[in-house]
């Protein structure tokens, strides 16, 4: 017996029906362009926002921040995994603030593949603030090859910080506060008005494949600074700024930092500790693999003379490490003062202990290529150089070293001849 071919139509699409609320659904939702995805067969969601679906122009000159602040808002509100977007296009922001807890989010994943610039008017900025500020939140995931543009040119002529230590600080770029495994990968950060990236009270945080720009000209503009973290990985990436690469600040612990490609600008640094009272201690720091080239420093260690409290760094270890045409390859300097003059030259009371430089190679653009400068009020402990093998670059005088207040330890290869 044949079946009528109305219903062999109507049960073909009833099958369909079916299948599709087992395995998957897509459901465009009301006009703020949320969906719901279904990502398993437990029926778990996740969430997409687009901030063009919030009003955001993306032509480079109307002010989007309304709609950046209404996209995270809604992301933060909402459950389980969440997506939020950034397409393609130019942005205007002005300062934006993506503060949580995200309470019933399990991720927030936010995929920038747009240009962002930020507004040229310092009036709209808080003192020592950010452009780009996340707070507070668990389970960042920040992709998508996008560029933050802080246009600092404009600004940079306002920054008085190398004359006044009192000086009115410019914003950071990005700023991280209290995250909680946070990961930032495949992003651009071009001139900075201050430091590109800011990592601070933060818990497993991981930075690759990360591209950081300003010109070797340009104040204070930090490529990543690092302060009162922990569990913190940076890798595979490359920084060419005006000052430090990275800097290690105060009271962090577990930091790792690997395969940089650093310069031009002022090295890897730890530091500048000891300026403030009550700083925490800096603790198991890896640096490995890294290339340095063309900066003003190498691997430096700067403390303040004249501390106003006894901290201390210890067991931090520098390995595998090439210095093209670097000046100052390996410093310590406890004697730090980036002014004209200091007030005070009391000795520093950060005690520095079980360091180790291993595998050194490369040229220095400077005769003394190692200078141990330790506190004479805490002599330097247990500071170990191993094979280290710096050649002058210009070639025409004998490479130096120098030490005081410290009895380091010599093994292998040791090129500058050890200081005494």
Not at 236 to 251: K, N
Request: charged content about 20%; some cysteine; hydrophobic content about 35%.
């Amino acid at each position: 017996m044949s079946l009528d071919y109305s219903f062999v139509r109507f049960l073909l699409l009833l099958s369909l029906f079916c299948f599709q609320c087992v395995f998957g659904r897509e459901r465009a939702a009301d006009s703020v362009g949320l969906q719901t995805i279904t990502v398993d067969h437990k029926a778990k969601s996740s969430f997409v926002f687009n901030v063009k679906s919030f009003g955001a122009k993306a032509d480079g000159q109307t002010d989007d921040s309304k709609a950046f602040t209404a996209a995270w808002k809604e992301a933060c509100q909402s459950k389980g995994r969440v997506h939020l977007i950034i397409p393609r296009g130019k942005y205007m922001v002005g300062p934006l603030k993506f503060s949580g807890p995200c309470r019933n989010v399990s991720a927030l994943n936010l995929r920038m593949n747009g240009y962002l610039k930020a507004t040229t008017e310092l009036s709209k900025y808080e003192f020592g603030g950010g452009w780009i500020q996340f707070s507070w939140t668990k389970g960042l995931t920040l992709t998508g090859g996008g560029t933050f543009d802080g246009q600092g040119a404009k600004a940079w002529p306002h920054n008085k910080c190398s004359k006044d230590s009192n000086c009115k600080l410019l914003p950071t770029s990005l700023k991280f506060i209290g995250m909680n495994k946070t990961v930032i990968r495949g992003i651009s950060s071009v001139n900075s008005k201050f430091f590109h990236i800011a990592v601070v009270d933060c818990h497993y945080f991981k930075g690759s494949k990360l591209k950081i720009q300003a010109p070797e000209t340009s104040p204070n503009t930090d490529g990543i600074h690092i302060e009162r973290s922990s569990s913190v990985y940076f890798s595979s990436s490359h920084i060419a700024t005006g000052d430090d690469c990275i800097s290690v600040g105060e009271g962090n612990s577990h930091v790792t930092i690997t395969s940089i490609a650093c310069g031009p600008g002022h090295g890897i640094s730890v530091g500048s500790l000891g300026k403030y009272p009550n700083e925490g201690d800096v603790s198991g720091l890896v640096v490995r693999d890294c290339t340095i080239s063309g900066t003003t420093n190498g691997i430096r260690i700067k403390t303040w003379a004249n501390s106003p409290g006894r901290s201390a760094a210890t067991n931090m270890t520098f390995t595998n490490i090439v210095m093209n045409n670097v000046t100052n390859p390996i410093i310590i300097d406890q004697l730090y003062c980036p002014f004209r003059s200091c007030a005070s030259k009391t000795p520093s009371k950060v005690k520095l202990s079980d360091i180790y430089f291993k595998n050194i190679r490369g040229t220095s653009s400077s005769q003394v290529a190692v200078a141990l400068e330790c506190s004479k009020g805490i002599p330097c402990q247990n500071i170990y150089l191993e094979d280290v093998h710096l050649n002058l670059a210009s070639g025409k005088k004998e490479i130096t070293s120098t030490c005081s207040n410290v009895k380091a330890k010599f093994i292998g290869t040791q090129i500058p001849p050890p200081c005494t």
